[in-house]
């Protein structure tokens, strides 16, 4: 129960690192490199790009823990769809449905700007908020709301929420975040 074999940990373990995970797309994410891609927070594609579930092509299912996120990010008639017929689809339509965070001629350059803006926050508020999405994105709405009042209480009585007020209320004096806490 709640244990993924090798091949899908390839995909499915992105989601325990404590820090967002980005991926940059470009040219043909088709298959098992879709499934990995699927793995990250956040997905960055070029507009030329095309995705494909391409298992059903071959007579397969998609298994390297790919389905967990078709499920997260797009319709199931979508994900059914996609998942049966094998179909290549372009960056537009991949968005379209939910499969892409974005497209851009330079996706590289765009998951820059996030990363940059991310780093400018609290790592713990990061890992939190991170961990908290995805343990109970799909969850009863008490356990979200429990988890999210002892991950608040945690921030809160570390150092670095106050290095983040410090930081916006004075950007002159502004301290370095320490390590983030263990998530």
Known sequence: RDRANLAQRV????RKIPVPVIMVIQGRCWGGGLQIALGADFRFVHSDASLSVM?????????????????EVVSKDVAMRLAMTAEVIKAPTALDVGLVTSISDNPLQDAMLLIESITDRSPDAIAA???LYHKTWFGPQWLMLARESWYQLRIILGKNQQRAVKKQLDPEKNTAFLPRKKW
């Open 129 to 131: 908020v991170k961990k």
């Open 55 to 71: 298992e059903g092509k071959w007579g397969l299912i998609p298994d390297m823990g790919g389905n967990l996120v078709l499920r």
């Open 11 to 14: 995909s499915y373990n992105w």
